[in-house]
């Protein structure tokens, strides 16, 4: 079963903590990416990765940090200098050379208490 | 920088009411437009356009581009409380792999 998989679903988190957010996907794409979205709006851009040990800045990037050591696998840390960090973050992948469709996980609520 | 504007933000309608929702782009070297539904959590596939004038149809929702103007419509006929929703289109900027999304529209369709 191709899939794209986003662990924990929710998580809590102290003030000044880092935390990471788990992406895998399965579906063999090359490019990788990490949104953010607030209660009832769109999704802003934080990291996206067009290929292993290679990723770009996208709109939002302040306060987060990403690695791409494996294909497969586009962890998102959550900083103590993310300012707001309380939000839904959804992952997503798509294939390099097909169609522009992105696969989305189903996401994960980051609380900080 | 590459940007997408949707309209209207939100939406009310009775069931049955057909609906259009918009979407403008600005982005780098354009190739394709895209609509995503997000019910509760993951957003899901609606359409692609790459070219004007030709329209998309799945059951009671359409699409269609006009890359003069810049922009696409989503409309939605005889509206149904399944389809409340939020409704996003994206934009991949020519070349590269960024993908960028629109504010949403986000409608609620009342019985």
């Known amino acids: 079963d191709g899939g794209i998989t986003q662990s924990p679903k929710y998580l809590f988190r102290k003030e000044g903590q880092n935390v990471t957010l788990s992406c895998e996907q399965n579906l063999n794409h090359d490019a990788m990416y990490w949104y953010r979205q607030d209660p009832g709006q769109g999704l802003r851009l934080i990291y996206y990765s067009q290929i292993v040990n290679d990723f770009q800045k996208g709109d939002i990037a302040e306060g987060y940090s990403v690695s791409r050591e494996k294909k497969e696998s586009f962890p998102l840390t959550v900083t103590s200098a993310q300012k707001n960090p309380t939000a839904f973050y959804l992952c997503?992948?798509?294939?390099?050379?097909?169609?522009?469709?992105?696969?989305f996980g189903p996401g994960t609520r980051l609380t900080v208490l | 920088e590459d940007k997408v504007v949707q309209s209207p933000l939100s939406l009310v309608v009775h069931e049955g009411d057909t609906v259009t929702l918009n979407c403008s782009y600005e982005v780098t070297n354009f190739r394709s437009l895209l609509w995503y539904k997000q019910e509760k959590k993951a957003p899901t596939f609606l359409f692609m356009l790459t070219s004007s004038g030709i329209e998309k149809k799945s059951g009671r929702l359409s699409s269609i581009l006009d890359k003069k103007e810049l922009f696409s419509i989503l409309n939605i006929t005889a509206t149904q409380t399944g389809d409340s929703a939020i409704y996003l289109c994206?934009?991949?900027?020519?070349?590269?792999?960024?993908?960028?999304f629109g504010t949403g529209t986000k409608l609620q369709v009342i019985p």
């Open positions: 994206a934009a991949p900027s020519g070349g590269y792999q960024k993908v960028t």
């Open positions: 997503a992948s798509k294939a390099s050379g097909g169609p522009d469709t992105q696969y």
